[in-house]
C-alpha cells in the first residue's frame, strides 16, 4: 500500500474513511444481486424486469446525469452565464418525454419480442440482421467513447476526493465499478444507481445552497454577475454570442429533452420496469429529482464566475469552489456526488456494452445454442474486458474526450430517437426505414460537427441530424417491404395493452400454478405433489 | 424577479412549473388508460 501514501499519497482522514465506506457498500450490493444474476441471463442483463418505479426513475436519471454534468455543465455556464440555462431546462424534462413517450409500449413490445437488449429489440421489430448489426456498430463505438471519458472523470474525481495519484485512483474507482457490475449485474447496477442519484442530488443542492447563502441569494448573485458582464444576465451568451440563433437554442433545449430517448444505456431502463403501469409512477419521481438536481450544477458555475474570477480550467469550477470556500465534510460529500455521477453513468455503460457485445453479436452470431449459464458467463467476461480496455485508453488520458462525449451523445441520440419511437408508433415502419433513418442520423451529426456547419448555418447539430433521420424513415418506408403481419399485430398489442383484467390473470395464476410446479417437477425427475389440480 | 433582465425571467421561470405540470397530466392520463384497460375488458366480458 506504500503506492498510496505520502507525496500524492491517500490521506486517510475522516472524508476518505466515509468514501472507502460507500464504496464498500457498493461492492456489497454487487455481492447481494449476484446469485440472482446467475439464475438466468434475464435476470443478469435485464433483472428479470422486476424494477419498481422510484428505482426505474432514479436509475435513469443516475445514468443519463453523467460526470460531464459536473464539469461540463458549471464550465458552460462559467463562460456564457444564464444563456447555458437552455440546457437545464430541456434536461430537466428528458425523462419526463422519455418515460410518457416510451416507457409502456417499448416495456410490452420488448416483452412480446423476447428482446433483452435495446439493440435486439431494434432487430427483432424491425425484422433485420442489418438494422441490429448497424445499431450494434454505432452503440459499440459511441458507448465505448462515453466508457473511457468515464473513467478518466472517476479517476480525476477520486484523486481530487483522496489525494491519491491518477492511475491508483483510476485502478480503484473503475475496479469497484467493473467488479459490482461482473458479478450483480443489472440489478446491480440499477440499486447502486438508486443510492447514487440520491448522493448526487443531496450533495449538489447542499453546495448550491452554501454558495447562494455566501453570496447573499440569487438577487444578489445576478447583481454581482452584472458588474461583470451585464451579457452575463442575457439569453443569448456572454457578449450576445448567440443572439437571435433561434436555431442553435433550440438545439439546446431538444438535444436533452429529447436526446436520451435515443440512448441504448439509457432506454433499457423501459424494458426492465415490473410492468407497463410503473411508468405512470416512474415520471412524478424522475420530474421531482430532476428539478432538485439538473440547475444546480450550473447555478455553480454562475458562482464561480463572481467567487472565481481567476480560473484556469472551467471544468474545474465544482472541486475548486468546494476546496477554496466549503472545505471539509461539504467538500466530501460534493467531491462524492461527483464520484457517484461517474460511477452511475459508467456502470450502465460497461452493462450496456457487455451486453451488446454477448447477446446483439456473441448469441446472435457466433454461437445460436450457447445455454443460459454460458451466457451469463460470456457476458462477464465480455464486461470485464470492456472494463480492462477502458482502463488501458483511460490510463493514458487521451485529450479532448468530454468533447467526445458530447459528440458521442448527439450521435446516438440522432441514430436511435427516430427508430425507437416508430418502432412503438407506426407499425408500418420498416427495416429500410430503419436503415436509413440510423445512418442519416449518425452521418449528419458528424457531418455537421466536423465542418462546423452550425456556425454557417445557426443550426444546431442536433436539429440537422434528427431531420435528417425523420425524413430516412418517412422516405425508406416508401421503398421497403411492410413488416410481417406477426410484427404488426405485437405493435398493436403493445398500443392497447392487456387483454385479460387483473382479477382473470390474478385467478388464472392461481389456478396454473400447481400445474406449473408438476411440470417443473416433471422435467426435473421427480413425483408430482399430492396437492395438485 | 431576482435581479434578472425582464426577457431572461420570462422566457426562463415557467419551465420548472411546465415539466411538472407535464409530469402530473401523464401520470393522470396513464393512470386512466390503465383503468380503461381493465375495465374495458370487464365490460367486453359482460357483453359476450
Partial sequence: MEFLQGEGGIEMNLETWVFAVYLGGLLLIGYIFSKRAARSVDDFLLGGRSVGPAVTALTMQGTSMSGYMFMGGPALAFQQGWYALWYAFGDAGGAIINISVLGKRMRRLSERLGALSPVEYLGKRYESSLVQVIASVISIIFISVYVFAQFIAAGKALTSLTGMSYLPALLIGVGVIVLYTVFGGYLAVVWTDFVQAIIMVIGVVGITAAALTHLGGLTHLNASLSEVDPSYLSIWGKDLAYQGQWGVVLGAVLIYSIGYMGLPHVVVRHMSMKSPKTARTAILWSASWNQLFVFAPYILGLCAIVLLPNLSDPEMVIPELAYTFFPGILAAILLSAVMAAVMSTSDSLLMQAGTILSRDIYQRFIDQEADHARMVLVSRLLILLVGIIGVAVAAFEPPSVFDLVIFGFGVLGNSFIVPYVASVYSKKANRVGAVCSMVLGAVTHILWTEMDLESVTAVHPFIAGLILSLLGMVIGNFFGRAPSQQIQNEVEAAKRGRKVSRALDRNSSRELAPEARNIERHIRGLQPSSGSA | ?48
Fill in chain 2, 1 to 48: 424577479m431576482f435581479g434578472l433582465p425582464a426577457e431572461t425571467f420570462y422566457w426562463f421561470a415557467p419551465w420548472p412549473v411546465l415539466w411538472i405540470g407535464l409530469a402530473l397530466l401523464m401520470y393522470f392520463k396513464l393512470k386512466r388508460e390503465d383503468e380503461r384497460e381493465e375495465n374495458g375488458v370487464s365490460s367486453g366480458r359482460r357483453g359476450d
